[in-house]
């Protein structure tokens, strides 16, 4: 009840004043039309579905009645195991696949405020998508070459989808084990060493599935993830510390499964997937507890 009015709230908010974005690439505010799920309009050529995975069966739900025959759904969403879950409700030929990379959050007003200096995004085919998506992949791509993002159209997006899901389960395994930002943890005596571990284990079953990261991803993530000094963390860490609900079990513990149906060994994923795990379970325990009280 709580969300659905914090959402009704920011619904108002950008009506009434628009969207705010704060940003180090350059501020703005601008009018937006609103969509809701009572009323989500369409059909629409595409769909762009941005949700947590736990949120994945909500927001399938609030966008079916968006989906027309030709309507196609361009998730942005962390990880993989959404693909599999958007392609059995709609079909492979209707699924267009999609990453970004832009740290953010949403503030109690309904503003947006970027975190940090990375700002990319790639979409493109998936081996099932039809070939109607090709067009409108193109002319989103032409929307985003005018903006400061670096905007990829991607002939293998698969290989980026697997990039990014290396980079952030290491950093949200990490971050979140360690409850401490990259900068904190490479200044432990074991820091840098157990941030290598858990990168070469999630390489490692990327590679297992066909899309081992590229020379050029691999420099920047160990870059990203062992500089000194650097305040950066994954947002499950922010979850955690606020003591909202996590996708460690759609992230970590994907990856986690996914390393050991390939036979390769997880490293320290099982210390952070554990560590989420009870986590979740103190969180449902204590919640009973004041429900009962």
Not at 119 to 144: C, D, F, N, V, W
Not at 252 to 280: K, N
């Amino acid at each position: 009840m709580i969300r659905r009015e914090r959402w009704a709230c920011v619904a108002a908010a950008l009506a009434a004043q628009g969207l705010t974005v704060a940003s180090p690439l350059g501020d703005f505010r601008g009018a937006v039309k609103i969509a809701t799920a009572d009323r989500v309009g369409g059909p629409y050529d595409v769909v762009l579905l941005t949700a947590k995975h736990y949120d994945l069966d909500a927001a399938i739900a609030s966008i079916r009645p968006a989906m027309g025959p030709s309507t196609h759904v361009l998730p942005l969403l962390n990880g993989l195991a959404h693909v599999d879950r958007l392609i059995a409700e709609f079909g492979a030929a209707r699924v267009i696949g999609g990453t970004c990379g832009i740290p953010a959050t949403l503030t109690p007003d309904g503003d947006v405020v970027q975190l940090g200096p990375l700002h990319r995004i790639a979409y493109g085919m998936l081996s099932g998508t039809s070939p109607g998506a090709r067009a409108k992949i193109e002319q989103l791509h032409a929307l985003y070459t005018k903006t400061p993002i670096d905007a990829v159209l991607a002939e293998d997006v698969a290989q980026e989808l697997w990039e990014k899901f290396v980079l952030l389960t290491t950093l949200a395994t990490m971050t979140c084990l360690m409850r401490g930002a990259v900068g904190d943890i490479v200044a432990a005596d074991e820091g840098a060493a157990l941030i290598g571990e858990t990168l070469e284990a999630c390489a490692r079953t990327a590679a297992a599935a066909g899309h081992a990261p590229r020379d050029k991803a691999l420099a920047a993530f160990r870059k990203l993830l062992l500089e000194r000094g650097s305040a950066f963390s994954a947002s499950m860490l922010r979850d955690v510390e606020s003591g909202n609900r996590t996708e460690g079990e759609h992230i970590v513990g994907d990856m986690l499964r996914r390393a050991r149906a390939a036979g390769v060994e997880p490293g320290p994923l099982r210390a952070g997937y554990c560590h989420l795990q009870v986590y979740v379970l103190r969180r449902e325990r204590e919640a009973l507890a004041r429900a009962a009280t």
